[in-house]
């Protein structure tokens, strides 16, 4: 029995500051991201659109982490924790790109985004179900009101102009997609504290992401026309994957081992917003409506419910990674 080297978690203090800043750089790749998703998933299998941006965030990650030689040994620790790497991919890429991808084909970037936006009250309730969160009537009520905007917002306005599935039940499909994708990144977002919360937040995600690339692959060529590369296109998703998400999730990772996946997911809140203006400036959709206002506010009102009790993640819990990291091999 071999014993594994001991890696120290980045002894940063979460800063108000610190927390602020990450936090804008999050909503602002978010929103980019987003949006360029709704865009090429018009002109390429969205399936294709998750697997070849999975790949470029990989290749991206993987040069980084190579580059400093303290990413670089955490990475080969986190790659011998296979039983971890697999699960995370599985719950954090497949699924949830799986069906967000192909959630925005059906119901739009904003409508897919809204659902998403559900982040913090699916993991609230992943939490308490599996992770220890403690039920409060508040949160739970949050809870019930943001879900309720976001699947009201889903069912009405999911049907943007240009989708490339149309036709009955596909607003329908299109939600449930986007949601079975957010409750699959709930799952990863403590999971991925349990199992890797010991290292530097960059260095599993070579691994994990590049997992997540060849299953994504295997899916889109296992579906008839899933996959299939424009090469026109190619430009746009390497720009999608490079820029925008290798990023976001170093950002999203950071803020997690800093404040945990319920504060985390909850940034997002005003990303559907923002995807909604972008369309209207660029003439793509009409201005916003007052009953579509109301349902944002709604929803960010029942979001902000059920984070406004969180505290940071406690290291020293019984739960905490350094205990439990042991399980993921």
Known sequence: MTTRPAVAAPATAASPVRVTVLTVIMVGLLTAGWF???????EVPPLTVAAVRTAATFAALTLIVLARPVTRAAAGIATGRVRAVVLLAVFGFLLYYAGTMLGIARIGAAATGMVVGLL???????????????????????VVLAV???????????????????GEGTVITGVALALCGTI????????YRVWMGDLPAIASLPAIT???????LVLAALVPGGLRLPLDQLPALLLLGVVFTAPVFFVSHELVLLRGP??????AVCVPFLIRGAEWALGSAPFF???????FALAATGVLITVRTTSPP???SPSSPSSRSKEAQ
């Open 289 to 295: 409506g007052l009953g579509e206002l109301a349902l």
């Open 148 to 166: 309720g905007a976001a699947l009201a917002y889903g069912l009405r306005h999911g049907t943007p102009p240009g989708l490339t599935y149309t």
């Open 262 to 267: 319920l504060f985390t997911n909850s940034v």
């Open 120 to 142: 913090p009250c699916v993991t609230f309730l992943v939490g308490l179900a599996a992770f220890g969160e403690r039920l409060r009537a508040a949160k739970l009520a949050g």
């Open 210 to 216: 590049g997992v997540a690339t060849v299953l994504l």
């Open 36 to 42: 360029l998703s709704g865009l090429l998933v018009r």
């Open 314 to 316: 406690s290291r020293s």
């Open 184 to 191: 699959a990144y709930a799952v990863y977002g403590y999971s």
